[in-house]
């Protein structure tokens, strides 16, 4: 299946499908990824900005990762210094330094991941949250650090993660290149045999 065919059926799947709109009697946290051939990146953005935001019983949000984590780093006044940082660490032959003092200020612990707690503080309960640009915040956050940090504190919330790589249950490969720890929690919102 190719992506534009996959990206075709979510609308179709969330709007029929009883988890979402709160229709399900099951309980938990809905995390489901939609994986996709990062050369098709472009594809995916204009699928999503062109997206229907309303369904029955439920909205779907759009929040983009790096988005929020440049929101973040300037409301609490670290951008400049992350600027100043990187630099230094370049100079210095040590950008794996700066990956770390990043992971460790975004996602430093499951209580204190700021994604998590944009999530909650934005979300509307029963709503349908996509989360956009995990390829745009590589090396400084982990989707699956995200989804595993947000299982149980979900208020009702489905998460939609879209994936430029590939997931097969037990871990996730971004950019198909680079593989994750181990992650198996979420389901694939469509199945495909390519996907």
Not at 156 to 174: M, N, Q, R
Request: one cysteine or more; hydrophobic letters at 35%.
């Amino acid at each position: 299946m190719d992506t534009r065919d996959m990206l075709n059926m979510i609308w179709e799947k969330i709007s029929h499908d009883p988890f979402f709109g709160n229709k399900s009697l099951g309980s938990g946290t809905g995390t489901y990824i939609v994986p996709y051939d990062p050369k098709d990146e472009l594809i995916v953005r204009d699928f999503l900005s062109n997206f229907r935001e309303k369904g029955d019983g439920f909205e779907v949000q759009i929040f983009d990762l790096y988005d929020i984590m440049i929101e973040t780093l300037e409301s609490n006044g670290y951008l400049d210094a992350a600027f100043d940082l990187e630099e230094d660490c370049r100079s210095e032959g040590n950008i794996d330094a700066f990956r770390s003092e990043m992971t460790n200020l975004l996602q430093p612990d499951s209580l204190n991941d700021v994604f998590v707690q944009y999530i909650q503080q934005h979300a509307a309960p029963g709503n349908v949250i996509f989360l956009t640009g995990v390829g745009k915040c590589h090396p400084f956050i982990r989707v699956h650090k995200i989804l595993n940090n947000y299982d149980g504190r979900a208020n009702g919330v489905k998460i939609v993660a879209f994936y430029p790589g590939t997931y097969d249950y037990e871990k996730l490969v971004l950019f198909n290149t680079i593989e994750s720890e181990s992650y198996y929690k979420a389901l694939k919102l469509v199945e495909g045999d390519d996907l």
